[in-house]
């Protein structure tokens, strides 16, 4: 789980902005687990929470993220 959570976050930091749809597509997984991923870096506070459609924001930096996730292992 956590490599899976580390590729999401590392996707969403390259794209500047973190989506479920954008995580499917560039890890080529289930829209499931995607939104499953995106909900768990939600819960870290690496993502912001949704606003209707809109992509959610990225709440902390590439190497604060890698903390935070290694922590939550």
């Known amino acids: 789980m956590t490599e ?12 500047g902005f973190a989506s479920v749809s954008m995580v499917q597509r560039k890890l080529g997984i289930g829209f499931v687990e995607a939104r499953n991923l995106c909900q768990r870096l939600e819960d870290l ?4 929470p949704t606003v209707g459609s809109k992509a959610r924001d990225i ?3 590439r ?3 890698r903390r935070i996730i290694e922590g939550a292992a």
């Open 59 to 61: 709440l902390t930096a």
């Open 63 to 65: 190497e604060e993220t």
């Open 4 to 15: 899976r959570l580390q590729a999401a976050a590392d996707v969403a930091h390259s794209a």
């Open 45 to 48: 506070g690496v993502f912001a």
